[in-house]
């Protein structure tokens, strides 16, 4: 008996070994096709160039190898010299792929999947050396990515804390790590990401230091109808602080810096929104804020985004000249960028306040095209006539003199200096508030500013074809007579 049953159980691990093998050589077919979908959609992006990629498919695991070249494109008019190479920056990813239908067994994990993902990156011989000063023996970075049998998946990222010293230079720099998640749908038709950095600070002697704080980001975003990624995302640094010492000082220390977009969609049009709120802003000791910007563009023909945004895409990925570039952005905006006029759209600032030492800055406005056609190009009246927009500001007169001042300390102080004597900043200051109070005063006379103490304002409208201006119209020039 006990050896039927010994037999029995042997037979039944060896059907089980079977399925097993079965169901991970099964696997490891739908995952290769699975990687090479997420390879493609890595390859069409605009930032990489890839420069090698192979695929090696086992039994119970498999093995992928890219390398990637970051696209010279996205920076050669900032770097390029004439007479130089371009430098080229390239990395070297392997994804050690272990397929389902049990992957993470071995760590005790029943929980199914298709596939899991390690990435291990490889570095040059000078980049491994110069990373281990701050990270030691531990990996700079480790990506694991889970794959369900429905290819969604989520990815976790993780780059750990380093604390490093130079006795000698006096330079320091903390970083206290990186933990992000990303979660996606199979055909990328979905994503929601998180990240946060608790903080990163450096220090170098006599010379300034720098401090990080609460940084976080989320997005979460899908494809709409309209083949545009809508949803929002968010951007929240809780405090940085700045304090350069050499040549200018400067001390910058700011609180509370958040972000906020949105991006949502109505039947074949697209809305979007953003919002920067800074709670106080510290420089050179003088508090600003708090402060507010709130900005809209709305009735955006959702097709027509997207299809430029592909041939933008398209046009990232050739080696263009400033020349080519802007010609061929030119005429994609005019051949494809039409339907945008055509339907009515709308950007406005709604709110951008800040709140300054010396009082408050306002300022509000929108700008919008209505019944626009394609022959109003060639019209500029009549482009004009279709125009509905108008704008709101009103600002200190401390803050204009301010600016002034220091406009005027910066260009005379350079001729002093190149003159070998020294500008006296009182005359300076003086001169200047004389100047501003003079064009205040003219402004004042031609009704192109209202004077209410020391509160600077003006508000302007146009539409239909007629502008007024602080509640005067103002004859447009076609409007207006022809001299003699």
């Not at 739908?30 to 086992?58: C, D, N």
């Not at 389902?100 to 050396?129: C, D, H, M, Q, W």
């Not at 979660?183 to 608790?198: E, H, L």
């Amino acid at each position: 008996m006990n050896r039927k049953v010994i037999a029995a159980s042997a037979a039944g691990l060896v059907l089980l070994g079977a399925a097993y093998l079965g169901g991970s050589q099964y696997a490891g077919q739908a995952v290769e096709k699975t990687m090479l979908k997420q390879h493609e959609w890595i390859s069409k992006l605009p930032y990489f160039i890839v420069k090698s990629h192979s695929y090696q498919r086992g039994w119970l695991s498999s093995t992928e190898v890219t390398t990637l070249q970051v696209n010279p494109e996205l920076y050669r008019f900032l770097i390029e010299k004439e007479g130089e190479t371009l430098p080229t920056f390239e990395v070297t990813y392997t994804n050690h792929i272990q397929h389902g239908p049990l992957p993470l067994l071995t760590r005790l994990n029943p929980i199914p999947y298709k596939a899991v993902v390690t990435t291990e990156f490889k570095y040059s011989a000078e980049t491994e050396k110069f990373l281990a000063k701050f990270f030691g023996e531990q990996k700079p970075i480790s990506i694991e990515n889970r794959i369900s049998f429905n290819d969604d998946g989520v990815m976790k990222i993780s780059v750990p804390s380093f604390d490093y010293e130079e006795a000698l230079s006096g330079v320091k720099a903390k970083w206290q790590g990186l933990d992000a998640t990303l979660s996606y749908g199979g055909d990328f038709n979905r994503m929601q990401f998180n990240a946060d950095v608790p903080g990163l600070s450096g220090e170098a002697k006599e010379k300034g230091s720098f401090a990080l704080q609460g940084l976080s980001i989320r997005l979460n975003q899908s494809k709409g109808i309209n083949g545009i990624m809508i949803g929002s995302n968010t951007a929240k640094i809780a405090q940085f602080a700045f304090d350069m010492r050499e040549g200018n000082p400067l001390k910058l220390k700011l609180e509370n810096l958040v972000y906020q977009g949105k991006v949502d969609e109505q039947g074949d049009f697209i809305n979007g929104s953003a919002q920067i709120d800074l709670t106080k802003l510290i420089l050179n000791d003088k508090p600003y804020g708090p402060a507010v910007m709130i900005a809209q563009a709305n009735h955006l023909h959702g097709k027509t985004l997207a299809k430029i945004s592909d041939e933008v895409t398209l046009l990232q990925k050739q080696k263009l000249s400033r020349e080519q570039l802007t010609e061929a952005l030119g005429k994609l905006a005019k051949e494809q960028g039409l339907p945008l006029l055509q339907n009515d759209p709308e950007f406005a600032i709604k709110k951008l306040e800040v709140k300054l030492p010396d009082g408050k800055i306002h300022f509000s406005g929108s700008v919008g095209l209505k019944g626009f056609v394609e022959a109003d190009l060639e019209k500029p009246v009549d482009l004009v006539n279709k125009l509905d927009a108008q704008a709101d500001f009103a600002v200190p007169r401390k803050v204009v003199e301010t600016l002034v001042m220091w406009q005027a300390r910066n260009m005379f102080s350079g001729i002093g200096s190149s003159e070998g004597g020294q500008v006296n900043h009182d005359d300076i200051d003086f001169l200047a508030s004389q100047f501003v109070e003079g064009q205040i005063n003219k402004l004042a006379d031609q009704n192109l500013i209202r004077v209410n103490g020391d509160l600077l304002s003006a508000k302007a409208s146009l539409k239909g074809g007629k502008f007024i201006l602080n509640d005067i119209a103002v004859p447009l020039p076609w409007d207006q007579p022809a001299a003699e």
